[in-house]
């Protein structure tokens, strides 16, 4: 099975819109000084360089024959063929603008998707591992679950107004991310039947104090522009005790809201891409106890607050909203957490555990939740001024994980806790009639409750074993009771199996979950549509629909299976072909069926429902090729088989039916690097149903065409301490450009963005 980094990676301790916002920079930069000025860490250059997409491992030191045998097969079965390890070297050398789903998207079976395939958000797309959707996407910072984006409630059509969990952590901040694909990811509990995102932060023992800058500036003026600067220093501050802080700041602009209006269907323009500002603060300590104990404690601040690009549910950008609010910000998320952390490394033992609570704070300015206005700004009357919602979300996480080395044998075995708490400030004002009893509704709204919680208690076990030096194999199984949707069985077997020396074949097969939220599992979250989601067949009289919160709904579950062959020649030549297979089941989306009527109004009543059987099928292949000792090629594929629903046949995601990456590296001298990569998109399909009806989205029904997107880059290091960069993204000025909603522009619901120059500075003090 394999593992990813554990909670706290870090080895034990052994011997143009900053005019807008002024108060921002004196904020930071009084951080900065006050952070320099307590500091002690001394600069030194460490880098650990792990080819993207490499498995690589370091055994673990040991002093007996049979720890040694046992630490090694852990290492082949940690060596997965759903996981890819993007470096710290990858992610500099790609030139990320904030966000890791920039670079986390050309690992093979990832791709950017929205929450539903209605295409509402067209461009907030977030990481989908293997076409199972961004909410089956599992992200982690050093091993710890991140579900901010839980705090965004879902629409009629199940989308979410979340940019995701993958850009809390600065990109000079990260180490590497371990991205984990298949059966293997079942291991990880709720949210993790697509796959694993790990966000593995610097450690605080390797001495660093470096200063960093970024800046794209786009060809096209319809587009914004970003920067971003970022402080990172660590060391050790005595003996035992070591320090990290890292200090972040980044702006992008947003796009101008017509930025589509050349592509527009039906006189309408949908909206272009939203610019954002995030702050990040972030402070480790770490004691090493004695040689073999290591306690850490970690406070964290995020926000991140949108420029307003004029986006909402619909394809219509309204005129007198961005006359007001272009620019502006509409929305902000806040996020505080604390941490503390152990680890221990004994004989024949080590463990990692923590317990941290995070707090996130989701302000925007209220929406309506009605008709044509459903998720468009509300315009306040006149002389009044916008009014902010806030909803608060709490989550209490806590994980204790042991493994044991033995014989042949490693036995893992883990607890985890996770509970939620949301605040919801959206609680229906719809009145029942006072005879209206339907589930667990409450009819008076002054006696509706804003909050909800719930709870997840799972404990795992899992044996890997080395049957033959050329044969391991690693069964386990995992249960979770879920205080809302019961309990949940995770069982897995994965192996692996050398048939000669340089060919291995994998096989996995797991059963994974994942557990409904809070909105979903709420009774008291009551959306109402008006005509616009309704079903055709629903009387005219009964039109304006509601739906309800289920708090009978079941576990999302699916059986996940995989089977690779690898080639690997020991001299950096390896390639791989991975088939894969989800049945995915109890798929949750708001119910097409009628479940009782209002007869107060007359209005039809919709809920939440478990939608039946689903299948994603599809191949990822990979090979990298060392030309010569300074240039490398390396190349990945995914092959989008089958991504649809059972009943009716509809995708899943909006994703292409095939994807490659490719790229050279190449070090033209010991201090000069140069790097070309092109990603190539095959059609996306456009789904014939609407997601808020069940019924067809109209005709003609418009299919992504393929498009390709190539990035030049380059870095020179000018002395030990300074280095620069610069490229050139999407070279060719492939224009990828939103043209509505799923409902009139079927697969066209998203932008890419045009050419643009990157520019970066480093500098290790």
Not at 411 to 418: I, K, Q
Request: aromatic share 8%.
């Amino acid at each position: 099975m394999p593992k990813l980094s554990s909670f706290s990676n870090h080895p034990n301790l052994t011997s143009q819109k900053t005019s807008k916002r002024p108060a921002t920079g004196k904020v930071l930069l009084s951080i900065a000084v006050a952070s320099i000025l307590s500091s002690t860490a001394i600069a030194a250059e460490g880098d650990e360089v792990v080819a993207q997409g490499a498995t690589e491992q370091e055994a673990l030191p040991s002093t007996t024959l049979d720890t040694i045998v046992v630490r090694a097969a852990r290492e082949e079965l940690e060596q997965a063929a759903g996981l890819s390890i993007i470096s710290e070297d990858a992610i500099e050398k790609a030139s990320v603008s904030n966000d890791i789903s920039e670079i986390v998207r050309k690992m093979p079976g990832v791709n950017l998707s929205g929450s539903s395939t209605s295409g509402q958000r067209g461009n907030q797309r977030q990481i989908d591992l293997r076409g199972m959707g961004p909410n089956n996407t599992l992200i982690l910072i050093d091993g710890r679950p991140v579900t901010s984006r839980n705090s965004s409630r879902p629409s009629r059509g199940n989308e979410q107004d979340t940019r995701g969990d993958s850009q809390w952590v600065p990109p000079s901040a990260i180490e590497s991310i371990e991205v984990l694909r298949g059966p293997a990811a079942a291991r990880y509990g709720s949210g993790s039947m697509g796959g694993v995102v790990n966000i593995i932060t610097k450690s605080p023992t390797e001495p660093e104090f470096s200063i960093s800058g970024h800046y794209e500036l786009p060809e096209n003026d319809l587009e914004g522009s970003n920067w971003r600067t970022n402080i990172n220093m660590a060391g050790a501050l005595t003996d035992k005790l070591s320090s990290r802080t890292t200090l972040g700041y980044h702006d992008s602009e947003a796009d101008d809201p017509y930025i589509n209006e050349a592509e527009a269907l039906d006189d309408s323009v949908a909206a272009g891409t939203e610019g954002v500002e995030n702050i990040d603060a972030r402070q480790l300590f770490e004691y090493a106890m004695d040689a073999m104990n290591t306690v850490g404690v970690e406070v964290n601040y995020s926000r991140q607050e949108n420029h307003w690009a004029g986006d909402s549910l619909f394809q219509s950008v309204n005129e007198t909203l961005v006359d007001e609010l272009e620019g502006e910000t509409t929305n902000k998320m806040q996020r505080y957490g604390a941490a503390f952390t152990h680890r221990g490394e004994y004989d024949d033992v080590s463990s990692n555990s923590f317990i941290e609570f995070t707090r996130t704070v989701n302000e925007r300015l209220g929406e309506g939740s009605a008709g044509g206005g459903e998720g468009q700004i509300s315009i306040p009357d006149e002389g009044e001024d916008f009014e902010w919602i806030e909803a608060t979300y709490d989550t209490l996480n806590a994980k204790s994980e042991w493994d044991i080395y033995f014989d042949r044998h490693t036995l893992t075995a883990g607890v985890e806790f996770r509970g939620e708490k949301l605040d919801n400030p959206v609680v229906s004002d719809m009145t029942f009639d006072e005879g209206f009893e339907f589930g667990d509704v409450e009819t008076d709204p002054e006696k509706r409750d804003p909050t909800s919680d719930a709870y997840l208690v799972g404990a795992y076990l899992e044996d890997n074993y080395q049957i033959t030096p050329d044969w391991y194999i690693t069964p386990g199984v995992r249960f979770d009771q879920h205080s809302e949707s019961g309990g949940n069985w995770s069982p897995s077997v994965n192996t692996t199996w050398h048939f000669s020396p340089d060919w291995s074949v994998k096989a996995g097969v797991s059963r994974a979950f994942k557990a409904p939220s809070l909105y979903q599992l709420d009774p008291n979250y009551i959306y109402y549509t008006r005509g616009n989601g309704c079903p055709s067949w629903v009387p005219s009289e009964e039109r304006g629909c509601q739906v309800l919160g289920n708090p009978d709904l079941e576990n999302e579950t699916s059986w996940n299976k995989e089977l690779t062959f690898t080639y690997d020649d020991g001299t950096g030549l390896n390639a791989g072909l991975t088939y894969y297979h989800n049945a995915y089941d109890n798929r949750i989306g708001a119910g097409t069926d009628r479940v009782a009527v209002d007869t107060a109004t007359n209005r039809s009543i919709f809920q939440w429902d478990n939608q039946g059987e689903a299948i994603v099928e599809g191949l990822e292949g990979f090979v990298q090729v060392p030309v010569t000792d300074d240039v490398r090629w390396s190349s990945n594929i995914t092959g989008n088989i089958r991504s649809e629903r059972k009943d009716n046949g509809e995708p899943l995601s909006l994703i292409p039916k095939f994807t490659v990456n490719t790229g050279v590296d190449w070090d033209v001298t010991p201090q000069w690097n140069a790097g070309f990569d092109v990603s190539y998109y095959g059609t996306i399909e456009a789904p014939t149903l609407s997601v808020t009806t069940g019924e067809g989205n109209g005709d003609p029904l418009l299919d992504r065409e393929p498009y390709a997107i190539a990035n030049v880059s380059t870095r020179y290091n000018m002395t030990n301490g300074i280095t620069v960069g610069a490229g050139v993204k999407n070279v060719f000025d492939t224009g990828v450009y939103r043209e509505g909603t799923a409902t009139n522009a079927g697969a066209r619901t998203f932008n890419e963005p045009g050419r643009s120059y990157v520019f970066d500075v480093s500098v290790d003090f």
